[in-house]
């Protein structure tokens, strides 16, 4: 559950958004309306697709006829309803010794609620949708084999949680730490660690800073945190410290970068999944971007959150100072890197790709010319490139390589 001093965080930052939206709206192009977003959600289900994957096409309809208004709360609360019927059910299967059937429904529930606070938890509803989720994902992940640890770590007199799961007979174990993007959570990087862990390679996921259970905001130097969970996984015997990779997802890639570069000496590699560099915190560029069909809805919203900041001036005027090429990290050495992403990325520029590409050490790098952000598209979807182009790529660089 959220503590009340996160309660009251998000509360508060839930009536700054709300008060913003309609300055930001009036600066950047027009949100979907709601006949909209309802079709481009359904489509997306339809086509299992990111935000959507794994979300059933009924159940969306479901849901989507109960959403009568852009209201947050009444988003929650269609989601929701069909998040309850899949944990209703997980706990009689459980009951009657069925786990199998019980795992597969907390699971599902966990993803509906996850997808009723998404993507921001900018009011009370979707608040509450977030903490139901992290119920129904302790009660999806207690069924899991191999099993999962819950990890406090303190940090700055406060604490930030991670989870950890270990591969099965290898020890020590090298270790590779995911870093959630915008507006998912550590939780997803555990729904696909089986696909390292076969690898015998231990997953330790995190949510990026200004989101899910982290005690800081986004801003210069919150690099910090992860060089913690760095120091914290170093007293764990069943890990190898000495081999560790980072990845970061979409946002993510952004501390993915700068962790290659400040903690080169403790890892074996990074991975930079259409990661925030330069050209994303330019002001010109958020100003098209904000308006991209490619996100789904409320982008500014979620982008907003993060920083902390209530308007669209106060955004834009933020960005710039987590620049890598304003503050020289760009030039410096770095440990092993890949960077992947698509041509046609409307979130963040291919330019910084091609930036990072061209500065500092040498590096790898994955383009897919028909692809979106993160390099999906229908040929490569997510998936798809998780599992042929970046788990081989750390498996390799981590020394577990098949």
């Known amino acids: 559950m959220l503590s009340l001093r996160h309660r009251t965080f998000i509360a508060a930052a839930t009536l700054a958004f709300l008060a913003a939206q309609p300055l930001a709206k009036a600066q950047i192009a027009p949100a979907r309306t709601l006949d909209e977003l309802k079709a481009e959600t359904q489509s997306r289900a339809d ?55 019980a795992q597969g429904d907390y699971r599902q529930a966990w993803r509906y609620y996850s997808f009723a606070k998404w993507p921001v938890t900018n009011s009370p509803g ?27 770590v303190t940090f700055e007199g406060k604490e930030f949680v991670g989870y950890l799961r270990l591969p099965k007979g290898v020890r020590p174990a090298p270790v590779v730490v995911t870093i959630s993007a915008l507006d998912s959570r550590k939780e997803e990087s555990v729904e696909r660690s089986d696909a390292y862990l076969k690898r015998g ?26 060089s913690r969970a760095l120091d914290y996984l170093a ?20 501390w993915a970068a700068r962790l290659g570069v400040v903690e080169r000496e403790r890892l074996k590699g990074v991975v930079v999944q259409g990661g925030p560099i330069h050209e994303y915190f330019q002001p010109d560029w958020q100003k098209k971007a904000l308006g991209t069909r490619e996100y789904l809805f409320d982008l500014f919203a979620a982008r907003a959150s993060i920083y902390g900041t209530n308007t669209l001036d106060e955004f834009l005027a933020y960005g710039p100072r987590l620049s890598m090429k304003a503050d020289g990290t760009l030039k410096k050495p770095s440990a092993p890197t890949l960077l992947v992403n698509g041509e046609n990325d409307t979130q963040v520029p291919i330019a910084d790709l091609d930036i990072m590409l061209h500065n500092g050490s040498p590096k790898e790098a994955w383009v897919n010319p028909a692809g979106a952000h993160m390099g999906r598209s229908s040929e490569w979807p997510d998936g798809k490139i998780f599992e042929q182009v970046i788990v081989p790529w750390v498996a390799r660089h981590i020394g577990n390589a098949e």
């Open 47 to 101: 086509r299992n697709v990111y935000p959507l994957t794994g979300l059933k096409p009924d159940d969306t309809r479901e849901a989507l006829a109960k959403i009568n208004s852009l209201s947050p709360d009444d988003w929650a609360a269609a989601w929701s309803s069909i998040a309850e019927r899949y944990e209703a059910r997980a706990k009689t299967e459980e009951t009657a010794g069925k786990k199998t059937e």
């Open 126 to 152: 979707k608040v509450k949708a977030y903490e139901q989720s992290l119920v129904a994902f302790q009660n999806f992940v207690r069924l899991l084999d191999p099993d999962l640890e819950t990890v406090h």
């Open 201 to 226: 390679i231990a997953v330790f996921a995190l949510d990026m800073v200004g989101i899910g259970q982290t005690p800081i905001k986004i801003d210069t130097g919150a690099e910090r945190m992860y």
């Open 235 to 254: 007293t764990r015997p069943e890990l190898d410290a000495k081999r560790v990779v980072i990845q970061g997802n979409s946002w993510s890639g952004h």
